[in-house]
């Protein structure tokens, strides 16, 4: 059977952007390869591992809520997935599912291809959930000065307390109250938020107000629906460089693209690709 099948697994999947950012590369590259949504619900999971392994599938990419839960069906860890503790790309490599994780080289490509560096820098996350594990693993591996604040303290004391267990260094944690996270934006370079909040169909929620905000600091929300989120403009408001989300999307996808096909994708064309989708709604 030819190999050549890609696919994204999550569920509820909604309308995700992975399909038609990947086929725009494979429409550019005239690559013979396809890429398809699979809502698989948590009692199909297994089910669903066991087939694609025979039916013609390079890989995969996971999303919520399987990105931890995938790792009982992998049966080799990349350093990151490892360090992360969660994967959002698989590949099928003989009797072997690999497991690897694109997110948080995905963010740090699209603040270095933005003019950021985070090494030396000192840079707070917002957000403990899967996204804010990749992001801030990365960050330390970077050699950023890293503080995280997330709502439920008990997961950024975890995310800290792994972080420097398994990287050594200090991590601060920050407490998510109005001061708590006035002290953790004090003398900051660097923010990146990595919660959902602000996302489509929350618009208005307000993480924090432009007044919290250094002045002229880099600002990156992992959100990208909407693109110009409340943070972003409250960011500019202040004379930040902002950043939206879509450049880590389209730049954990070129990762994942790399790891399965061994190319150099094309960033641009998929960051058109999801620019294009987000301007039409
Ligand atoms: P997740 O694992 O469900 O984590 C959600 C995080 O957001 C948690 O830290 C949660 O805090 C926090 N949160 C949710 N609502 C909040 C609110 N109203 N106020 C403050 N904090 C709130 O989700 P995830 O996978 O990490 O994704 C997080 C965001 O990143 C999503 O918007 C996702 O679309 C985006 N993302 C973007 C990219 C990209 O390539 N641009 C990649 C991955 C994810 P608690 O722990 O207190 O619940």
């Known amino acids: 059977m030819k190999k050549n099948k ?35 619900k948590p009692s199909e999971l297994a089910y669903f591992m066991d087939i694609t392994v025979y039916k013609g599938f390079v890989g995969l990419n996971v999303t919520i809520p399987y990105k931890v839960d995938i790792l009982k069906y992998v049966d080799k860890v990349s350093r990151e997935a490892e ?34 560096s985070v090494k030396d820098k000192r840079v707070l996350v917002l957000g403990a959930g899967g996204a804010a594990r990749a992001v801030a693993f990365q960050c330390a591996i970077e050699g950023a000065s890293l ?12 995310l800290a307390a792994d972080i420097e267990g398994r990287l050594g260094g200090k991590v ?4 998510f109250s109005y001061d708590g996270l006035l002290s953790g934006l004090k003398g900051i370079d660097v923010l ?25 600091i880099a600002v990156m929300d992992l ?5 110009e989120t409340k943070l972003l403009s409250a960011a500019r408001s202040r ?42 709604k």
């Open 6 to 40: 890609l696919g994204l697994v999550g569920h509820p999947l909604g309308h995700s952007l992975s399909p038609l950012m990947h086929r725009a590369v494979f429409e550019k590259l005239r690559l013979d390869y396809s890429y398809e949504s699979f809502d698989v």
């Open 83 to 116: 360090l992360i503790g969660a994967v959002n790309t698989i590949k099928f490599v003989g009797d072997d599912v690999c497991g690897y994780n694109t997110d948080g080289i995905g963010c740090i490509k699209a603040l270095k291809d933005a003019g950021v």
């Open 147 to 158: 503080s995280i604040a997330n709502r439920t303290m008990e997961k950024t004391k975890k």
């Open 172 to 175: 601060c944690v920050c407490d």
């Open 192 to 216: 990146i938020n990595a919660t959902s909040a602000g996302m489509h169909p929350h618009e208005d929620e307000e993480l924090l107000s432009a007044d919290m905000i250094p002045e002229k």
């Open 223 to 227: 959100v990208y629906n909407p693109l």
């Open 239 to 280: 004379g930040c460089k902002t950043i939206d989300g879509v450049g880590m999307l389209a730049r954990q996808g070129a990762e994942s693209l790399n790891i399965w096909l061994g190319i150099d994708a094309p960033v641009k064309i998929m960051e058109d690709a999801v620019l294009s989708q987000l301007k039409k």
